[in-house]
Each structure stands twice: as C-alpha cells, then as structure tokens.
C-alpha cells in the first residue's frame, strides 16, 4: 500500500519569505500522480499543484512549485513571495494512475502554515 | 471552475437519528465521488469510494451499515449516518471526479466544502 510523509506539523514563514514543506512518499507503482491542496480556515480543499510522475519538470503554478525527485520519492513545495492568504494546513496527496490500481487519493498528515506579518 | 457542493454545511442531530448529507456536482458529471471523515487538526480519512449505479467500495473499518452511501445520479452521491452517536461527530468531506477530464486523460478531483456534524 502507498504511504505519504509529511515530517513537518508546522511550518512559519515572515511575509514575502520563501517557505519549502516537505513531503516523502512510498510506492511501488512507476506511474501515479502527487498533489499538493491547500485547507485555509474555512476547511474547503484547495488543489495547489499537481505533478504526473512521468514527467521530468517540476510543475509550477505563479508562487508555488516543487522539486519532485522520483528516485528519492520525494515531493516538496515551494512556495515564494509567501502572502498572508498562503496560512493553511497543507496536505501531500498520492493517486495511482494504473488502470487496475486504487484510484483513490492517499493523504499525508499535513503541514499547518503560519505566515507572520 | 468546477463545483461541488454539499448540504447541509452543519448539522446537530440527537443520539440515535439517522443524518443524511448530500455531496453534488453543480457543473460537470462525476460517475465516482468519495467521501472522507476528517478530525481536528488532523488529515482527510477515506471512507468510500461511491461508483454512480453500483454499490460502494469501503475502506477497511467502515462499517458500511452505520455509512450509507448512494449514488444514484452522475451529479449526486448521499451519504447516511445511521442511529448517530457521539464517535459519528466529525467533519465529512466529500469529492467529485469530473469525467470528461477523467476520458481526455487527464485527472482532477473537486471538493466539496464539507459537513460539519455534531452528534448530541
């Protein structure tokens, strides 16, 4: 079965810092994707970045990006510029992309985001 | 960009009634939803996997008599806590799988903003 690690339960940031949560996962599956969603105060799930594991490049979306490194099974999230709005726990998410294999998203235990002014 | 909502955002009901809590698509078609049970301060539990017209997959240690789930449209997935105690107390998420993303390869689950239960 899949496992994602999340080793940081909290994480702050000064304003306009940069910030990088980490995140290792488990698998024995070549072909799968890893997310990263966001869970502000008001507890709706955000997705933040997604990244296919067949890809080589990091994906990037404005102030975020991560540095996926298939081999280490590993996926951290960078996040620049950091904005009072980026305060939020923040979840790694593992899901197989395998025809016959679990379609179900497998969460980390979270990181929760403090941004002090 | 896609929605999902649920209803109702909050609900407190007595020891021993049945609550049931809707999880809909409002703007695309999803033939799979899931349903998570997520406690304070910690991370989303998968619950079920509900498949629009066949029965739910459980995960281990649900008990799929206590967690009633239906998905009887593409647009609408129930879930049902029957005879509630106050373990049933928790915060429900669900998601929603957009099926035209789903058959031109790509992959995108939707969340709803969730239900808040309270069992008394």
């Known amino acids: 079965a899949q496992t994602v690690t999340q080793s940081q339960p909290e994480m702050s940031v000064q304003e306009a810092e940069t910030v990088t949560l980490s995140c290792t996962y488990d698998?024995?599956?070549?072909?799968?994707?890893l997310f990263w969603y966001k869970q502000p105060p008001s507890r709706q799930m955000i997705l933040v970045i997604r990244?296919?594991?067949?890809?080589?490049q990091n994906a990037t979306e404005n102030r975020f990006s991560v540095n996926f490194q298939k081999a280490a099974k590993s996926f951290s999230l960078k996040i620049s510029d950091s904005q009072l709005g980026d305060a939020a726990m923040y979840f790694c998410?593992?899901?197989?992309?395998?025809?016959?294999?679990?379609?179900?998203?497998?969460f980390g235990q979270g990181t929760r985001l403090t941004i002090n002014p | 960009g896609a929605v999902v909502s649920q209803h109702p955002s909050r609900v407190i009901c007595k020891s021993g009634t049945s609550v049931k809590i809707e999880c809909r698509s409002l703007?695309?078609?999803?033939?799979?939803m899931f349903w998570y049970r997520q406690f304070p301060k910690k991370s989303l539990m998968l619950m079920a996997t509900?498949?629009?017209?066949?029965?739910?997959?459980?995960e281990q240690g649900v008990e799929k008599d206590k967690f009633l789930i239906n998905h009887a449209s593409l647009t609408l997935s129930t879930l049902t806590v029957t005879s509630a105690h106050p373990e049933d107390s928790s915060f429900y998420i669900c998601?929603?799988?957009?099926?035209?993303?789903?058959?031109?390869?790509?992959?995108?689950?939707?969340f709803g903003p969730g239900t808040r239960l309270l069992v008394l």
């Open positions: 698998t024995s599956e070549s072909d799968y994707y």
């Open positions: 703007d695309f078609q999803a033939t799979t």
């Open positions: 998601s929603a799988r957009d099926l035209s993303l789903l058959l031109a390869g790509g992959e995108t689950q939707y």
């Open positions: 990244q296919e594991a067949y890809k080589q």
């Open positions: 998410a593992y899901r197989s992309r395998a025809v016959q294999g679990a379609q179900k998203l497998v």
């Open positions: 509900s498949n629009e017209g066949s029965k739910a997959t459980y």
